[in-house]
């Protein structure tokens, strides 16, 4: 059975830092993928990593702020994301795909999500 494991996320003041982590089991998918949904809001895009690592893109709202990366000795993806708003506050769901893209209906494969809440 494939699943994605995810940990990581937490309560955070503004400007502070988090890092969430990705663990597929019993797969190493090509594309690693960060999406993550506010009460009310579709779930969109935050950012991808390839499966070596080399590849990475970003949302434009994360301007700089976070950091996509893959372990691939632990096949572990992880989002370390400093400097967070308020606004950045959302379920993070891990999304695992064949096909390098930021649209959600091409991931076959999800974790349960992780809360993400910052706030003072």
């Known amino acids: 059975q494939v699943r994605l494991v995810e940990s990581g996320g937490g309560l955070v003041q503004p400007g502070g830092s988090l890092r969430l982590s990705c663990e597929p089991r019993?797969?190493?998918?090509?594309?690693i993928s960060w999406f993550r949904q506010a009460p009310g809001n579709k779930r969109e895009f935050v950012a991808r990593v390839s499966q070596n690592g080399g590849s990475t893109y970003y949302a434009d709202f994360v301007e700089g702020r976070f950091t996509i990366s893959r372990d691939s000795a632990q096949n572990t993806a992880y989002l370390q994301m400093n400097n967070l708003k308020p606004e950045d506050t959302a379920v993070y769901y891990c999304?695992?795909?064949?096909?390098?893209?930021?649209?959600?209906?091409?991931?076959?494969?999800w974790g349960q999500g992780t809360q993400v809440t910052v706030s003072s």
């Open positions: 019993t797969f190493n998918p090509y594309v």
């Open positions: 999304a695992a795909g064949n096909v390098i893209s930021t649209d959600r209906s091409l991931y076959g494969y």
